[in-house]
């Protein structure tokens, strides 16, 4: 059986088939219209997925969404599949939020496509349906994005493409991941916004910067501007050592005609390692960095 699953895998079930299960983006039918050979099933067999990425769901949005299945029912079908651990059960792949909102409704059974999915498809898709979700804050989704990378391999072009998204969207809200994590919780609690953190992600202090944009309610285009004015990142002190040779100035000029970018390379006398420094003027400038370097690693290869 896992050999099965792993040759079907392997012969091109990737992204793009998973999604065709999740796109929340797509009119929903109605009970006219036709839809995917669907079966219903008692709520009291359904379990939720205990490696649910999404472990939040606000009161004010299933109270809502639980009075509309007590007047329309549910219209979209759940992705169900077999319980690993009991075959007369269910477990969510997508659709948790409302399997909590018509047992509120006491609805005793809710439209569902059963699948045959792995663990590691289980998540992705999971994965997937919350990256969808357009109530979902960007630290969220960045999140989202970086354990499609991290867990399943697929690269920022893939994701782009298969999510219709741009990768330039894609690659800026990765970025505010690396923040730090106090200035993230004020983008999860919506005290700053994704541009508001863009603009601190290359500050020297982007904590102290974050409090102050809060405190002076700043816009986002004044936040460019202090971040700006206070500094970007300093280099490391090994940058500032004025012995540099011929041979590492040639090769400084090289890197930077072939990216285009200023670029710095600090290598102590009779040292194996230093450091190279990449100068980008705009988050545009880091974007095309980032492609350059996926195309030159082959990491673009999925």
């Given at each position: 059986?896992?050999?099965?699953?792993?040759?079907?895998?392997?012969?091109?079930?990737?992204?793009?088939?998973?999604?065709?299960?999740?796109?929340?983006?797509?009119?929903?039918?109605?009970?006219?219209?036709p839809?995917?050979?669907?079966?219903?099933?008692?709520?009291?067999?359904?379990?939720?997925?205990?490696?649910?990425?999404?472990?939040?769901?606000?009161?004010?949005?299933?109270?809502?969404?639980?009075?509309?299945?007590?007047?329309?029912?549910?219209?979209?079908?759940?992705?169900?599949?077999?319980?690993p651990?009991?075959?007369?059960?269910?477990?969510?792949?997508?659709?948790?939020?409302?399997?909590?909102?018509?047992?509120?409704?006491?609805?005793?059974?809710?439209?569902?496509?059963?699948?045959d999915?792995?663990?590691?498809?289980?998540?992705?898709?999971a994965?997937?349906?919350?990256?969808?979700?357009?109530?979902?804050?960007?630290?969220?989704?960045?999140?989202g994005?970086?354990?499609?990378?991290?867990?399943?391999?697929?690269?920022?072009?893939?994701?782009?493409?298969?999510?219709?998204?741009?990768?330039?969207h894609?690659?800026?809200?990765?970025?505010?991941?690396?923040?730090?994590?106090?200035?993230?919780?004020?983008v999860?609690?919506?005290?700053?916004?994704?541009?508001?953190?863009?603009?601190?992600?290359?500050?020297?202090?982007?904590?102290?910067l974050?409090?102050?944009?809060?405190?002076?309610?700043?816009?986002?285009r004044?936040?460019?501007a202090?971040?700006?004015?206070?500094?970007?990142?300093?280099?490391?002190?090994?940058?500032?050592?004025?012995?540099?040779?011929?041979?590492?100035k040639?090769l400084?000029?090289?890197?930077?005609a072939?990216?285009?970018?200023?670029?710095?390379?600090?290598?102590?006398?009779?040292?194996?390692?230093?450091?190279m420094?990449?100068?980008y003027?705009?988050?545009?400038?880091?974007?095309?960095?980032?492609?350059?370097?996926?195309?030159?690693?082959?990491?673009?290869k999925?």
């Amino acid at each position: 059986m896992a050999q099965a699953k792993q040759e079907r895998r392997g012969l091109g079930r990737g992204l793009s088939a998973l999604m065709a299960d999740v796109d929340t983006t797509a009119p929903q039918p109605t009970a006219d219209t036709p839809r995917r050979a669907e079966t219903f099933i008692s709520v009291d067999r359904i379990s939720p997925n205990p490696d649910q990425p999404r472990r939040t769901f606000t009161e004010a949005a299933l109270a809502e969404l639980t009075s509309s299945l007590r007047e329309k029912g549910v219209i979209q079908p759940l992705i169900l599949r077999r319980d690993p651990s009991d075959v007369e059960r269910y477990q969510i792949v997508a659709g948790e939020r409302r399997w909590r909102a018509a047992q509120r409704a006491q609805l005793h059974e809710v439209p569902a496509i059963v699948r045959d999915l792995d663990d590691t498809e289980v998540l992705e898709l999971a994965i997937i349906e919350n990256i969808q979700r357009a109530d979902l804050n960007a630290i969220e989704e960045a999140a989202g994005y970086r354990q499609l990378m991290d867990r399943f391999g697929h690269t920022q072009e893939k994701l782009a493409e298969a999510l219709g998204k741009s990768r330039s969207h894609i690659a800026n809200l990765l970025r505010l991941l690396s923040l730090p994590e106090s200035v993230i919780e004020f983008v999860r609690s919506g005290d700053l916004s994704a541009g508001h953190a863009r603009a601190l992600v290359t500050s020297e202090d982007p904590a102290g910067l974050a409090a102050k944009v809060i405190k002076q309610g700043l816009s986002v285009r004044q936040t460019e501007a202090l971040a700006k004015k206070t500094g970007a990142l300093k280099p490391t002190n090994i940058n500032d050592s004025p012995i540099k040779d011929a041979d590492t100035k040639a090769l400084e000029k090289d890197v930077a005609a072939a990216l285009g970018m200023k670029v710095t390379i600090a290598h102590p006398p009779g040292s194996e390692g230093g450091v190279m420094t990449i100068k980008y003027s705009d988050l545009d400038q880091l974007d095309e960095l980032c492609r350059k370097l996926s195309v030159t690693t082959g990491a673009g290869k999925v």
